[in-house]
């Protein structure tokens, strides 16, 4: 049969090729009768998840699950318990399931769930596929182990961003004015002045530098989530112009708002340079930089544009039903008469573009780590299976 290219010390023996069915207790699809509610003791399994409650149960254990049929058919997921199982629901039942889960992720069921029309994955297939196993039951409780931990590790990271990034949205409520206040709920010690209204195109000023002499070559878009990227790498290298020499060349530090609208971004995105140099964008976005010797910090700024304090602004110039090429129809005139509600004092500026600029680095650190997590994964389960 083989063996795996990365094995925990001490094993030595060639792997065998067995059928999954003999492997576990038992392989079906649910047969639960029941009425969803919100309440009962014991939870109703769906194809993707806990779906309700019932006060009774017909299953009791481990169990591995996925879809029988649809979009969902082959994608896995575990659960424990007394429970009930819904129709489209095919699970396999046994102790211990850590082996066997991640020798089928790595088989990857969904190779199984094609049918002539939708996806379909049938336990009657399932129980005489044949998946390689170790002949020692230590190395495979090994590999099991190993995986688990792993996939605890990655949950715990992902927790940890993903708590970070609900703290930031909370602060960022909490850190600036709301409904026409003209102080925030939440203040660092020491000011207590009232935020003024200032007129954007009093702190910034438009670019509107081309890239003729073609001092760069990247092309920029701006995602609501990740900022100005590489507009190659957005688009899978399929919708940037080879001719960018007309486009505005922005520098690091400065702004850019992009015009189209979104779920994430209902009245598009303003956006800091920050990942490169510089970069080239098209003339549809309205570029600006802070003026010199204005009191506005960047960092502030930044963060402000995080909020949707400044969507009403836009709200009240945005030729309504007007389009051009799919975005906002908003002169770049009436954007630079937009007003902001600032911090008076530049240290308080400051201390609130400190705050979320650290967030914002943590929940990178976090996010880095769990992708990183991921891709360790992916290489251990090709190289850790036959």
Known sequence: MGKPKIRFKGFTEDWEQRKLIEEVSSIDTGKSKFTVSESG????????????????????????LTARVGANAGELYRHSGKVKISDNTVFIQGKPLDFVYYTLQNFNIKKLSFGTGQPLVKASELKEQKIAMPVSENERKQIGTYFYHLDHLITLLQRKCDETKKLKKYMLQKMFPQNGMKVPEIRFEGFTEDWEQRKLGDLVERVTRKNYDLISELPLTISAQHGLI??????????????????????????????????????????RLDKYENGVLSTLYIVFAIKEKTEINSDFLVSYYTT??????????????????????????DFFNTRLIIPQDMEEQMKIGKYFSCLDSLITLHQRKCDELVKIKKYMLQNMFV
């Not at 003791?41 to 591995?64: A, K, M, Q």
């Not at 979104?262 to 598009?268: E, M, V």
């Open 41 to 64: 003791n014991y939870e109703i399994l769906g194809s993707t998840s806990v779906i309700g409650y019932d006060d009774s149960y017909d299953y009791e254990g481990d169990f591995i």
């Open 230 to 271: 590489d507009q190659n790498e957005f688009f899978d290298k399929r919708v940037a112009s080879k001719d960018v020499s007309g486009y505005y060349l922005i520098q690091n530090g400065e702004f850019a708002y992009n015009k189209s609208t979104s779920t994430d971004a209902p009245w598009g995105a303003i956006k």
């Open 308 to 333: 949707n304090l400044w969507h009403k602004g836009i709200h009240e110039i945005a030729a309504e039903g007007a389009r051009n090429h799919g975005l906002l129809n908003i002169a770049p005139i």
